[in-house]
């Protein structure tokens, strides 16, 4: 009897934490499962995307794609929302789609062309990526589909799908050859391996390389200085650039549409821009501090004082 207790006791706190752990898993599980798979939250004229699956690094299912379409959109129709930045929660950018789910699906349940969710989209508006921990394969393609990249140093983008015979469906044949170029993006497409924020950066596969943690921050700084310059002007010269990459029948077609898209802002903005910058200084000297330019184009006739200000993120 003394032994069977003396027993009981030694194996009772092993017992314990087995309970324990086994409660704190299902607690978290619990929390997950409560909480939306994609999370949006609006930051003065920016709305942050982010993918909310960390037990699954981010992957991507059904569900996941369809309210990632919605965000997308979100951002295009709102008037109070300027740029969007897409970002992962718990450490990962996205590790592609859910192998659990593609496991036990066959070719007829892909409806959609976009598994991803918003990856035949264009946008009106900037988008930028925020990425760290792993941007792979469909994941990899999701942050191809953003105008801007901001990668940590450590995390990894990759085609770690070539593993598992998953294809390319989600743009990245498509978008990565005309960022990086068609040697690079063939290296990467077939090899399937990673690169860290550095390679990224040296082979203009992200527009910066961040420190550890600092992905986000630096991406909310970029947005906050796209949301300061004239809306409508950018969004035409940016579209002009996807036009030219992707739809241009030949360079003159591309010439075209760059001038007849111009032209239309030039009675909306450029003149109210100038008249900013000859009366009133803003943009003197390559400042990129433009804090009351929208308030004196509105005005149409901007005060004689300058109103240049520090900024923290304006170029050097």
Known sequence: MIFQLKKFHSILPKKLNTISRQFSFLNNKLYQSSQPLVITEKVHDTLFIGINRPDKRNCVNRETASLLRNAFKE???????????????????????????LSSSDVNDIVSPAPMGPSHMLTRKPMIAAIDGYAVAGGMELALLCDLRVMEENAIMGVFCRRFG????????VRLQKIVGLGRALDLIRTGRGVDGKE????????????????????NQLAERLTKFPQEC???????????????????????????????????????????????????????????????????????????????????
């Open 166 to 173: 998953v294809p390319l469906i989600d743009g990245g044949t």
């Open 75 to 101: 951002v295009d129709q709102r008037e109070d929302i300027k740029v969007g930045v897409l970002h992962g929660m718990g450490g990962n950018f996205c590790a592609g789609y859910d192998l659990d789910e």
């Open 234 to 316: 950018m969004r035409v010269d940016r579209r002009s650039v996807y036009y030219s990459a992707f739809e241009s029948k030949s360079l003159q077609d591309a010439l075209d549409f760059e001038f007849n898209e111009g032209k239309q802002v030039i009675a909306t903005e450029s003149v109210s821009g100038a008249k900013a910058f000859i009366e009133s200084g803003i943009g003197r000297h390559g400042k990129f501090n433009l804090k009351n330019l929208e308030e004196l184009m509105k005005k149409g006739q901007p005060k004689k004082k300058s109103v240049l200000l520090d900024d923290d993120t304006q170029d050097k």
């Open 200 to 219: 990224a950066l040296a082979m203009g596969l992200v527009t910066e390389s961040v420190g550890v943690g600092t992905a986000l921050g630096r991406a």
